[in-house]
């Protein structure tokens, strides 16, 4: 089998009508409104509220200072509990807030951080669990609800991964008291750059918009010690015309998704992750696990002679953040108190998906990964 002609990424971002997107930016032009709430950034917060199904909503110029605004806006301090499969972003924004993060093991088949083990993590110092929705599998927000009420902790999701996933119909950004949604364009839906933060409470709503522009009320009253986290019209505009196709790439990515699986079900080591008939999927990545025994090769072999090919998948979220260097110390982060994660790591591999990817190109990505097992 050939190589692809031309490289194989992990994703595309959706680049929407090249007019449409001149036509909303004219009206930025007319309107000569940049940034600083702004009427694109009015309407988007509003279309993307109904979509997430939420009642209040906050856009961020990204997803990483959102939840730093989230976590600073429920004034919660000491440690944190968390999992350490996930994207970088996630502990360090802990770590910003001058708060330790402790490291929990995790669930093996949601990868999601397990809500059987979290109680026996907490101290008294904690003040919050911060869970991932990772690859938008949503985490056990039932069982971890229960535990925050118990201790009286605070509890926020990361659901970068997870736009428009849905429980039981619910909108995933309805749990715990914030969750943080990002918009870079890696994601399904972005606005090249940006993030937003839901939650039930109104005042809280108004808390984030007061701490994402420095805390100003008005010209002469600063409230809080805030920060820039403004999504700009320019990013606005983008995630209004972005919104039009999120039907369109859901689909395309679900026909993929339906592809790989069909392909790859049944190869002896291979599996991936079937959604409950409860849950709608993110549709942000296709991952697969690879059982090295099983399959005769490693997921680091796959990867490797992927990329031979020109496909570039990708190994998320190695090394586990319990791993880096500035966490490593920590007594959570030993490999004995993670042994799930520790193996999980090892075995998952995301690859290419992303609505433009040709089907073809999917049966390709297959064959040379059956390929490698004989
Ligand atoms: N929490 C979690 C769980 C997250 O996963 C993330 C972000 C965050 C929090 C923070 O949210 P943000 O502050 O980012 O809003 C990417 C993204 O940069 C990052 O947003 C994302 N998670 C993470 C999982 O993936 P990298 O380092 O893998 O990106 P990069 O530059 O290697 O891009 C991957 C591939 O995508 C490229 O090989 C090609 C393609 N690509 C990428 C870009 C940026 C394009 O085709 N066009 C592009 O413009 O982090």
């Known amino acids: 089998m050939k190589p692809f002609d031309k490289p194989i990424y992990i994703t595309r971002p959706l680049l929407p009508d090249l007019n449409e997107f001149q036509h909303e930016l004219e009206e930025i032009w007319d309107s000569q409104w940049l940034t600083n709430n702004g009427p694109k950034h009015h ?70 951080i397990d809500a059987s083990k979290i109680e026996q993590m907490i101290t008294p110092k904690t003040t919050a669990i911060l869970g991932v929705h990772v690859f938008g599998n949503p985490c ?9 009420d118990r201790y009286g902790l605070k509890v926020i999701y990361d659901a970068a991964h997870a736009f428009n996933a849905q429980i039981d119909e619910t909108g995933i950004g309805n749990f715990g008291d914030i969750t943080m949604f990002s918009f870079h364009a890696t994601k399904l839906f972005h606005t090249a750059e940006g993030g ?5 409470d109104v005042n809280l709503k108004q808390r984030f918009d007061l701490l994402k522009n420095f805390g100003i009320k008005n010209e002469e009253e600063v409230m809080l010690t805030g920060i820039n986290g403004k999504m700009n019209e320019i990013q606005a505009a983008l995630g209004l015309v972005n919104l039009r196709y999120m039907e369109a790439e859901r689909n395309k990515r679900k026909k993929i998704s339906e592809t790989y699986k069909a392909l790859l ?18 549709y942000q990545y296709f991952v697969i696990r690879v059982n090295h025994q099983k399959f005769g090769r490693s997921r ?12 570039y998948s990708r190994k998320y979220f190695y090394p586990l953040c319990s791993d880096y260097a500035c966490y490593k110390q920590l007594p959570s982060a030993n490999p004995d108190n993670l042994p799930i994660a520790n193996n999980v ?20 990505i297959c064959d040379i990964i059956k390929g490698l097992q004989n």
């Open 43 to 112: 309407q988007l917060e509003e279309e993307i509220r109904q979509v997430l199904k939420v009642p209040n909503i906050s856009l961020f110029n990204n997803g990483t200072i959102a939840l730093i605004v989230a976590i600073n806006s429920l004034r919660v301090f000491g440690e944190v509990i968390t999992t350490p499969f996930t994207f970088a972003a996630t502990p360090h924004i802990l770590s910003w807030n001058g708060i330790t993060p402790i490291f929990c093991d995790i669930d093996n088949n949601t990868m999601n």
């Open 140 to 148: 056990d927000v039932v069982k971890i609800q229960e535990v925050a």
């Open 196 to 200: 937003a933060l839901t939650c039930q």
């Open 265 to 282: 079900r049944g190869v002896e080591g291979i599996t991936f992750s079937e959604i409950p008939n409860n849950i709608q999927p993110s």
């Open 300 to 311: 680091d072999d796959i990867y490797e002679q992927l990329k031979a090919y020109n496909v």
């Open 345 to 364: 790591v090892k075995e998952v591999l995301c690859l290419p998906y992303y609505g433009n990817l040709e089907i073809s190109a999917v049966e390709k």
